[in-house]
């Protein structure tokens, strides 16, 4: 399966509305790299209260929706997939270049670096129209 519908995101995210941070999924290799977008609306909970006069998605939440797009790739792992979890165990060279306002579509990119047992490391990349808004190297643990 190269691509993913909301429905199947769901199979393999335990996240749900509002903090569901993937619409679809591009492409994906399990255990080792995904692609997915996530549609910035402005009717997000979120623009309520962070900049109401000039909407900005936070860039905590394009962290955690890169973390989501590995959790794609990483679910594929679990001998039982629907008694994992996963679990942010760190962030390291977090950048972001450009805000994200309503109206983008944020591109998503995780490529895993490496692994050893349930710990698991990424690079994520953010990008709308082909720019790289935010970049970051995070770590994953598992368990389940």
Same mark, same amino acid.
């Given at each position: 399966?190269?691509?993913?519908?909301?429905?199947?995101? $769901?199979? %393999?995210?335990?996240? %749900?509305?509002?903090?569901?941070? #993937?619409? %679809?999924?591009?492409?994906?290799?399990? @255990?080792?790299?995904?692609?997915?977008?996530? *549609? #910035?609306?402005?009717?997000?909970?979120?623009?309520? @209260?962070?900049?109401?006069?000039?909407?900005?998605?936070?860039?905590?939440? #394009?962290?955690?929706?890169? /973390?989501?797009?590995?959790?794609? /790739?990483?679910?594929? /792992?679990?001998? *039982?997939?629907?008694?994992?979890?996963?679990?942010?165990?760190?962030?390291? *060279?977090? =950048?972001? =270049? =450009?805000?994200?306002?309503?109206?983008?579509?944020?591109?998503?990119?995780?490529? $895993? #670096? $490496?692994? =050893?047992? *349930?710990?698991?490391?990424? $690079?994520?990349? +953010?990008?709308?129209?082909?720019?790289?808004?935010?970049?970051?190297?995070?770590?994953?643990?598992? +368990?389940?």
């Amino acid at each position: 399966m190269t691509t993913m519908d909301i429905e199947e995101i $769901k199979k %393999r995210l335990k996240h %749900r509305f509002p903090f569901l941070m #993937i619409d %679809r999924v591009l492409e994906f290799e399990d @255990g080792q790299s995904c692609t997915a977008y996530k *549609n #910035i609306s402005a009717g997000e909970i979120h623009f309520m @209260g962070h900049f109401p006069e000039q909407s900005i998605f936070p860039g905590v939440l #394009i962290i955690e929706a890169m /973390a989501q797009t590995a959790g794609i /790739a990483i679910y594929g /792992a679990f001998e *039982n997939p629907d008694e994992g979890l996963m679990f942010f165990a760190g962030m390291d *060279n977090v =950048k972001f =270049k =450009k805000p994200v306002v309503p109206g983008d579509q944020l591109i998503l990119k995780t490529q $895993k #670096i $490496k692994q =050893k047992m *349930n710990f698991w490391v990424f $690079k994520g990349e +953010a990008f709308v129209d082909d720019k790289l808004v935010a970049s970051a190297e995070f770590k994953l643990a598992t +368990a389940g």
